[in-house]
């Protein structure tokens, strides 16, 4: 398994951040291989389950998450149940009016995107996707 871990200082209050990733229509603003999200239910934890088309090393994958962590302005975490092999945790922290996120992806490359590149240019992609997505995070809540 492949692991990202990346953390950005975001000048907003933490609701507004959780917020935001709370509602998962918002991810392919921010991400930019999240090609759709659709299929949006919540579920009984708070959470919810949606439906994703993502692009990696040109390759479109579709799949299925369910949100298994669900705590109020502290933790979101991801579990693909379908597609990519994936579990995506956020962790907020309040720090008075900001809020430090961290991005934290556990992964295992899919077969396909190892016959394109090797499976180190794979995770280098992914990180700087990581890196991309706090950016875009960070520019769309401050802004």
Avoid: C
């Avoid at 507004?16 to 299929?39: A, Q, T």
């Avoid at 295992?108 to 995107?113: A, E, N, S």
């Amino acid at each position: 398994m492949a692991k990202v871990i990346r953390r950005a200082t975001i000048n907003a209050p933490v609701d507004k951040v959780f917020s935001y990733l709370e509602d998962k229509r918002h991810l392919p603003e921010i991400w930019p291989s999240m090609v759709e999200v659709s299929n949006v239910e919540r579920l009984p934890n708070g959470g919810s389950k949606f439906h994703y088309k993502y692009k990696m090393a040109g390759l479109q994958f579709e799949g299925d998450t369910d949100e298994i962590e669900h705590i109020r302005n502290r933790k979101i975490v991801h579990r693909d149940v379908s597609g990519i092999d994936r579990t995506v945790t956020w962790t907020f922290d309040q720090k008075g009016n900001t809020t430090d996120l961290t991005f934290e992806a556990d992964y295992r490359v899919p077969k396909p995107v190892l016959q394109r590149v090797d499976e180190r240019v794979a995770e280098r992609l992914n990180a700087n996707e990581a890196d991309t997505v706090l950016a875009n995070l960070r520019a769309t809540l401050e802004g």
